[in-house]
Nanobody
Framework: QVQVVASGGGLVQPGGSLRLSCVAS?????????IGWYRQAPGKAREGVSCISSRGSYTYYADSVKGRFAISRDNAENTALLQMNHLVPEDTATYYC???????????????????????WGRGAQVTVSS
C-alpha cells in the first residue's frame, strides 16, 4: 500500500509563488512511480495540472499553467515538487497529489489526463490566490 503525503499550499497574492511537495511513503521495486497534481475548484471538474513520469523523461503541463509552473522529482526520495509562480486568481483550487504505479515508464500526459485504478491520492492542499 502506497501512502502519499502532500504538503504546501496557502494564501498568496496575485503574482506570488507557492510550492507543493509530495512524497510516496514506500517504494516497491516491482513498480515505477509517476507523480503529479490535479486540482479542483468549486463547481468545476478535477483537472490534471502537472505530472512527471517515473524516470523524469516526460513532463506534462496543462495549457493554463505552462510557463508558470515547474515540476521536478527526486527519485532517491520518491519526492516531487511543484513550483508555482506568477499565480493568478484562477489558480485557486484544492490541489491533490497523485502517485501512479506502473510496470515500466508511462508518459506524464497519461498520468495527468486519465485517472487509473493504480492511482494513490494524497490529501488536498488549498491554494488561494487573492488580494
Amino acid at each position: 500500500q502506497v501512502q502519499v503525503v502532500a504538503s504546501g499550499g496557502g494564501l498568496v497574492q496575485p503574482g506570488g509563488s507557492l510550492r507543493l511537495s509530495c512524497v510516496a511513503s514506500e517504494s516497491d521495486p516491482r513498480y515505477e512511480y509517476g507523480i503529479g497534481w490535479y486540482r479542483q475548484a468549486p463547481g468545476k471538474a478535477r483537472e490534471g495540472v502537472s505530472c512527471i513520469s517515473s524516470r523524469g523523461s516526460y513532463t506534462y503541463y496543462a495549457d493554463s499553467v505552462k510557463g508558470r509552473f515547474a515540476i521536478s522529482r527526486d527519485n532517491a526520495e520518491n519526492t516531487a515538487l511543484l513550483q508555482m509562480n506568477h499565480l493568478v486568481p484562477e489558480d485557486t483550487a484544492t490541489y491533490y497529489c497523485v502517485v501512479r504505479l506502473s510496470v515500466g515508464e508511462i508518459t506524464a500526459q497519461d498520468i495527468c489526463t486519465l485517472t487509473s485504478g493504480d492511482d494513490y491520492w494524497g490529501r488536498g492542499a488549498q491554494v488561494t490566490v487573492s488580494s
